[in-house]
């Protein structure tokens, strides 16, 4: 399989990508590729001082950079040799089996709806989180966490689905158990979004709905996929991560508060469309750049887009569970 | 002054509310005189229980009691002799200067919008928790916290108004920043709610407006108000309740979580109603009841609910400042 990786894409890259690649090599299989998408200048002399042989990737030359500022479908339209707008058009071509970059993340999101396109049937793609458990080793998942931050109950719904498969095909847990992020546990509980949301949940097939759940059950174990729309859902990420940067500034080391660290997971795909595009953090580092790569790998393994294609294609009137 | 605390509202009534209105004598004044709502005999019992002369107090004899789950008017209406009922029509009939009740808060509220009701011009209540600054000994305020799920633009303006006064007031910080939680600190971010309050926010003569702000900006002192609707409110207090609780369960001490503790302001008043209302945690501890007796006490004299008339008397169309 081809794994491509945007060089430029990330506050500290190219050092934290180049880094992150050749940390993969070692657990990508042998017949696997890393690509890399990016000034082949520049990706030779990076591979050339780390004393690492050039032949052991794949290098797609694209000298342009699409910037952290720029205005997402303005900048992949003026700049298609950028590793982004390159690298979404091999994969929807069939050419890469997944891409990844910590660029930016409104382009990588722009370029997967228009050039690789959301599956039939899928109203809106989600991004996802993991959440580390109290009491396991195990993680549940959070989304969507900012693709889609007004989302309609139609929408929360398919977030369930999606999550659904995501956490049984990524993290191998059966059965999930999926729940609404609410305020309260009790039916009817909430804001209109999550009173509308609720019944399509449970009348759903395809999920095995547990009901509304509450920040402090993020932790505990009590559902394997959290819904919430965009905007709450990177809330609480955010948060998350404040204290998780808080507990560092301040030395205090915990073996759970360590596993809040993204780094573990190093990004999430754009769930919804048609083949595995990895949105990483702006902050990547070479260890998240790695774990983004096997996360790719591992969606890619597990043929997570046809899963989700197959069940979506049958979505409306399905009464299949998934 | 007469602070009213209904003696049954609570997990842990009547011991703490009895012992915190016991710890909170020495700190009012000679001439402030705590009202204690509930069965009369109960009340002269534990008092005496804890060797306390009961003459401390007033006793107002209250004998039922809404329970947790009951629905909020309808328990209203039938137990007019609870705690909650009479406190609320004492507070509204000017013999009480505030009420505080850790009971049933959705019978709270209802009481406090029907029977003192919101002052003229206020469009939804809300309430409000304080979030200790990384680098000061100050807190910031998170309002709404749960009272309104659903926030229209105006009523998140609103919040930003009244945030500004209760932190200015109660807290003391001068001329307070006011932001909108958002997902991103650039103009036009967030969700449809975000955007479309912004420039009400940006354009109200009555709020010292800074923008947005992030989840990671709430400890940094870089705003003192920080504006949400109730869902996104309370969603981010009830994470940073679960980080504070898994902190303590795992032995983790440490000066700036501590502060997390809602103990230290012991709940919050129903802001924009015609009288001091306050709502404590179903939770509350003894000093937990103290704290918010002696928030209560703060509002009162600082005549915060005058000021909030004044301010909304004049608010459509006002041009004066805050």
Request: aromatic content about 6%.
């Given at each position: 399989m081809k794994f491509g990786l945007d060089v430029l894409g990330g506050d500290f890259a190219p050092g934290s990508t180049i880094d992150g690649a050749i940390a993969a090599l070692d657990s990508i299989g042998k017949d696997d590729r890393i690509v890399l998408l990016g000034p082949e200048d520049l990706i030779r002399k990076s591979l050339a001082e780390r004393g690492v042989d050039a032949e052991r990737f794949e290098i797609s030359h694209q000298p342009e950079c699409i910037e952290m500022d720029e205005k997402p479908m303005k900048a992949l339209m003026e700049k298609p040799r950028s590793g982004i707008a390159a690298g979404l058009r091999m994969l929807a071509a069939g050419e890469l089996d997944s891409f990844a970059s910590a660029g930016n993340s409104g382009a990588v999101l722009a370029g997967a709806v228009t050039l690789v396109k959301c599956l039939p049937g899928v109203l809106r793609p989600c991004t996802c989180a993991w959440v580390p458990q109290e009491d396991s080793d195990t993680f549940s998942l959070l989304l969507d966490i900012g693709t889609t931050p007004d989302a309609k109950p139609e929408v929360m719904l398919q977030f369930g689905v999606i999550g659904s498969i995501y956490s049984r095909h990524v993290l191998g847990r059966e059965n999930p158990r999926v729940c609404l992020m609410n305020v309260g546990t009790e039916d009817g509980k909430g804001n209109l979004q999550c009173q509308a949301s609720f019944p399509l949940l449970k009348e759903c097939p395809h999920v095995?709905?547990?009901?509304?759940?509450?920040?402090?059950?993020?932790?505990?174990?009590?559902?394997?996929?959290?819904?919430?729309?965009?905007?709450?859902?990177?809330?609480?990420?955010?948060?998350?991560?404040?204290?998780?940067?808080?507990?560092?500034?301040?030395?205090?080391?915990?073996?759970?508060?360590?596993?809040?660290?993204?780094?573990?997971?190093?990004?999430?795909?754009?769930?919804?469309?048609?083949?595995?595009?990895?949105?990483?953090?702006?902050?990547?580092?070479?260890?998240?750049?790695?774990?983004?790569?096997?996360?790719?790998?591992?969606?890619?393994?597990?043929?997570?887009?046809?899963?989700?294609?197959?069940?979506?294609?049958?979505?409306?009137?399905?009464?299949?569970?998934?």
């Amino acid at each position: 399989m081809k794994f491509g990786l945007d060089v430029l894409g990330g506050d500290f890259a190219p050092g934290s990508t180049i880094d992150g690649a050749i940390a993969a090599l070692d657990s990508i299989g042998k017949d696997d590729r890393i690509v890399l998408l990016g000034p082949e200048d520049l990706i030779r002399k990076s591979l050339a001082e780390r004393g690492v042989d050039a032949e052991r990737f794949e290098i797609s030359h694209q000298p342009e950079c699409i910037e952290m500022d720029e205005k997402p479908m303005k900048a992949l339209m003026e700049k298609p040799r950028s590793g982004i707008a390159a690298g979404l058009r091999m994969l929807a071509a069939g050419e890469l089996d997944s891409f990844a970059s910590a660029g930016n993340s409104g382009a990588v999101l722009a370029g997967a709806v228009t050039l690789v396109k959301c599956l039939p049937g899928v109203l809106r793609p989600c991004t996802c989180a993991w959440v580390p458990q109290e009491d396991s080793d195990t993680f549940s998942l959070l989304l969507d966490i900012g693709t889609t931050p007004d989302a309609k109950p139609e929408v929360m719904l398919q977030f369930g689905v999606i999550g659904s498969i995501y956490s049984r095909h990524v993290l191998g847990r059966e059965n999930p158990r999926v729940c609404l992020m609410n305020v309260g546990t009790e039916d009817g509980k909430g804001n209109l979004q999550c009173q509308a949301s609720f019944p399509l949940l449970k009348e759903c097939p395809h999920v095995n709905f547990v009901g509304n759940l509450e920040p402090r059950d993020l932790f505990k174990g009590k559902a394997e996929v959290f819904v919430a729309d965009g905007f709450v859902g990177n809330i609480l990420l955010k948060e998350i991560e404040t204290f998780y940067r808080m507990l560092q500034k301040r030395g205090i080391k915990d073996p759970l508060f360590e596993r809040c660290n993204y780094e573990i997971y190093g990004g999430s795909p754009i769930l919804g469309v048609g083949a595995p595009v990895m949105l990483g953090h702006g902050i990547s580092s070479a260890l998240a750049i790695k774990n983004i790569l096997l996360q790719s790998k591992r969606m890619c393994e597990q043929h997570l887009v046809d899963v989700l294609r197959e069940v979506f294609a049958s979505y409306v009137g399905g009464t299949g569970t998934v």
